[in-house]
């Protein structure tokens, strides 16, 4: 049988999902069931004085109404925060309580102040506009840099501050800094993104009364961690009395990878009620309260030789969590983004200093790549800004300090165990003709247009695991993945996975993987995910780990089928388990014609006995059945790289920016599907380079968001993006049997300053993003009137 | 949503008969039911008027191009006649949002609505419509009052809108990068004798730039915009464009489609 690993199998599951036939939370309903609309808070920052819901209950079809009350009174635990992280001085990050209905505070517009449980939506819903609320309106603080000198939001948490973290050495960086021939210097904003994945939030929780168990139907990238959170923080059930559910998803990019309030409130109201809970969510609630993305603002600083040798960085962040402190919203800034924030280059001094900030905003979490665009952004336009300062050729620069002996131990944190990065930034080059940029440029000038040209070389940290070094750096979670591997009798099999697909392909490929391994035809194996009921706990996915991780442990617990199998068919053949060779899902006896397949190996693994012509011995001491498992912790983060090259038009009359060529190579080390990767590749550069240009989450002095729904919050359109050149290379992960990277948030990291460093150059000025054109025209001008001016 | 009345009328009569200051037509449905979802407007009678067979189609004259108020963006668009006609026209409603709203919006829905940054508008100015209500004709010029307030008076229909067919025109518009809707849109139009520039998306209303058309009407040449004033005051600013910003694309636009005429 030919190996399926690096075919481009067809994504087994866009049949049902492309037809309509895919099954979303919103599709799942009860007997019985009741609708939830919550009461949110329109100010960003008020006190509630009194919540009168008098009036509401006698709305027609009002079943119940919840308020913060009703959570204090039923001790009912807050939202939590995953990620512990300390100050440079050793204390604690500080975190304001988080109610999932708020009882004396709210802090951002959107914010849950009550739930109006009735009949039908509509009622649920005109009963909501009756609940009066009585706030005390306060002013919000809104702004990320000017946070820590604005009011006080909460009580003990002066400055606004979370933590004020420190990476890295700032003796040793002072040093190098006091050596260098030039110190290049910049200001950025990373622009605050909301997620807007196509499926908005659910959740539909179902209570039986006899058992007490409540099964929660959600829209989770990791239905494990929302039940554990859901018992053991939040208290709504123990741990075997909560089922939860992640069916079909449609997307998360991060904002979907741990309970919100919503889902909490629909558990604890279903079991209250004893009626399922139904809420889903619109769109106007995702823009409010999912939780959003990026907004740091960062000050860098790389020292460097002449010769382009660089000595040094660094990198003095502030990160406006929002209102609240979620899941990973303290990792994001500070673990996930400073270690990689000197890039893919030798540095031999550096640190980052993130000082986290609370204002009256949604919550900001993980979103895809979670501090690596961040940092990728940060040292990308510094490295290209030296580049110009230095007269270099971007590329020369890049090359100089790339390291080119691995395992590559990188200044502050990690060491990347394989890649070629030279090779990478070659092959980008050649792809994207760099060297024919001139000529191109000099056509654009004859049409009236800005030509310009972007790198982007990148590294990234994630197949986010192992778990004692994650909880050493403060995770409160293990990060290991499970799977399961059952052969049913007749011999097809079913792989249970702690990992959930929704989007990325699962289905296919971790079946690419089973097939490989057992020797079974794709179309006889299904992936089963998202069921806290089905199989063994997993970590889910996100950070670019379930192929790493959890395609890992899938390997894995193959290896112990075929392990077992040896045993079962030296017994089933008469020969020496030593003899028994397996490949092709065939156990074969060495050097002779005598062979089992594997399927036979597994009817006699159920059937153990004789029976007729049936006779399948089991050996002394195996147990009968069929099924492993394996939790696989991996040693090492692993560590994809690339480079991007990005081509840009600017029209110096209107300031548009049109995208015109756009390359990217990429090694995720083995691939194990093309077609996938290609759209995991395609999907991030589509979000990098709308961040880029198009995305720009705008809140006013209020706290009013201004950019609340797709009239006014640009998503990039299919019409906005040239064909993109893609290409790869390959140096394997050391860190995993497969040799695989992780593809699911490159393009996301590395289209920003690629996007960016093409604008820049095409124009001449900094500028930040996003790069819209009434921004990109007038800085045209101002390039107008300063030439005008110096001729 | 709040429950309303719903009818489907089956000709003008019965509609307008039907209609109170607390109704809306249903033509397209791409302005009213998003409304209604949002809770932006709430009405007691939705009266469908989409069955009227009388209020949709295109007829072509020699000198005018008439279309019927519950004629579809897209019909526009494809249509051979407006192609022929005016093709700037059918350019414009191709430019129209996304290929949803022009399947379901009309052009009688969109000039009822009057939207200060909707395209149309801007060509009944430029190409000296006149629209047919089912009581009287008003001229383009008298039909647009101010941001989303026409002419009509309660229970009025728009049955066609009959556009003259000018020597030479183009359409040349800013989408809103993400509505699509008109950041700022200029509609040239050349007539025996005279020049039209109607600009939609800068001001609370559409309206006809006198002193471009002015310049345009003498030399019907791009070179005379640089000399003509273009005043950003009085125009909209939002996070999507300054009015300086507005102001240099009215600019910028009127050259080009002078240009492309
Ligand atoms: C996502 C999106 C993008 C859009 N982008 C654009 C764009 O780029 N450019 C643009 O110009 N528009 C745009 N629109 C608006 C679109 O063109 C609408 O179709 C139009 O504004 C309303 O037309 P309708 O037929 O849908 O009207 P409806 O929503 O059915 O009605 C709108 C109003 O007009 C009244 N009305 C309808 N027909 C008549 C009639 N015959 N006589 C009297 N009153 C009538 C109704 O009473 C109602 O008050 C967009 C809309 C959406 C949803």
Known sequence: MASLVGSRVERKEDKKLLTGRGRYTADVNFVHQTFAYFVRSPHARAQIKKVDTSKALKSPGVVSILTGADIV????????AG??????????????????????????VGDHVAVVIAETLDEARNAAELVKVDYKILKAVVSTKDAMSSDQIYKDIPKNMCFDWLLGDRAKVKEAFDKADKIIKIDLVNNRLIPNAMEPRAANADYNPSTEEITLYTTSQNPHLARIIISAFNGVAPENKLRVIAPDVGGGFGSKIYPYAEEVVCSWAAKKIERPVKWVADRTESFLSDCHGRDHVTHAELAVKNDGTFLGFKNETIANLGAYASVFGTVTPTYLFGPCATGVYKMPAAYSNVKAVYTNTAPVDAYRGAGRPEATYTIETLVEKAARELGMDPAEIRMKNFPTQFPFQQTLVHSVDSGDYVGGLNKAMEIADYKGFEKRKRESASKGKLRGIGLCSYFEACGIAPSPVVMMLGCGIGLWESAEVRFNPTGNVTVFTGSHSHGQGHDTTFAQIAADQLGVPIENIEIAHGDTDKGPFGYGTYGSRSLTVGGTAIVKACDKIIAKGKRVAAKMLEASVDDIEFSNGEFVVAKSNKKKTIGEVAFACYLPGTYGEVKSPLPEGDEPGLKETSFFDPVNFSFPAGSHICEVEVDPDTGETKLVKYTAVDDFGTIINPLVVEGQVHGGLAQGIGQALYENCHYDESGQLITASYMDYTMPRADNFPEFNLGFTCTPATSNPLGTKGCGEAGAIAAPPAVMNAVMNAIGTEISMPATAEKVWKACNKNKKRNSEAA | MKTFNYHSAKDVKEASKLASSNSAFLAGGMTTIPSIKLGLATYKDIINIKNIKSLSGIKASSKTLKIGATTKHVEVANSKDVKKAIPSLAALAEGIGDPQVRNRGTIGGSIANNDPSADYPSACIALN??????????????????MFETALKSGEIIEAIEFSIPEKSNYQKYPNPASRY?????????HKGEVNVAVTGAKSCVYNDKDLAKALSKNFSSSVIDNVKISSSGMNSDIHASAEYRANMIRVFAKKAVEAC
């Open chain 1, 83 to 108: 990620w512990r992280i300390k100050s440079e001085d050793g204390s604690d990050m500080k975190v304001p309580p988080h109610p999932p209905l708020a009882s004396d505070t709210v802090n951002y």
């Open chain 1, 73 to 80: 009174n039923d001790k009912i635990g807050g939202l939590i």
């Open chain 2, 182 to 190: 008109a950041v700022v849109g200029v509609y040239v139009a050349k």
């Open chain 2, 129 to 146: 419509a006149v629209i047919h209500t089912n009581s009287r004709k008003i001229e383009a010029e008298k039909f647009f009052k101010g």
